[in-house]
């Protein structure tokens, strides 16, 4: 019964929230329940759990092309037409004045795809550990009352 009073101190004490948070805890290193990447804490020491760089950056890849591609899409879907409404002249002057701006819508929305989604996943992972671990205490107070209140009972009955 060791264990489990070392568990349920941990749980009383808050001691798990900060230095191992995992989807059982107390049973190894804290994992992103949808990859399986390990978590490591920051190094600010709030206490904060980031994920790893490699699946930040996997991210910041996805986001990257999802943002550029997206944004070329929409760029020559609205932005090719402008530009042939208000420039008068040959196809090709057309694309050489329409081009330049669509680079650079491209370029910055890539940029902030490769910003965004690794923020998203992050905040997605801290969200998901935080309600664990509210989840986690909770329905240990609970578990605990209920084996109180059937101790107590036990107890009660023997007499």
């Known amino acids: 019964m060791g264990t489990r009073e070392v568990y349920e101190e941990k749980l009383r004490t808050g001691a ?17 329940p949808r990859c399986l990447s390990l978590l490591t804490p920051n190094s600010s020491g709030e206490g904060d759990w980031a994920i790893t760089s490699v699946l930040h950056d996997a991210t910041a890849v996805a986001g990257s092309g999802a943002g550029a591609m997206l944004s070329a899409v929409h760029g020559f879907n609205t932005g090719i037409p402008f530009v042939q409404k208000h420039v008068k002249g040959p196809k090709w002057l057309q694309l050489l004045v329409g081009v ?8 910055t929305s890539a940029l902030f795809g490769a910003y965004a989604l690794p923020t998203f996943a992050q905040l997605t992972v801290t969200s998901y550990y935080a309600a664990s671990s509210a989840s986690h205490y909770a329905v240990s107070q609970i578990t605990r009352q209920i084996e109180r209140s059937h101790m107590s009972d036990t107890n009660g009955n023997s007499r």
Request: proline share 16%.
């Open 16 to 32: 798990h929230l900060h230095r191992d948070p995992t989807m059982n805890p107390g049973l190894g290193s804290a994992r992103c």
């Open 100 to 107: 330049p701006p669509l680079l650079l819508f491209s370029g």
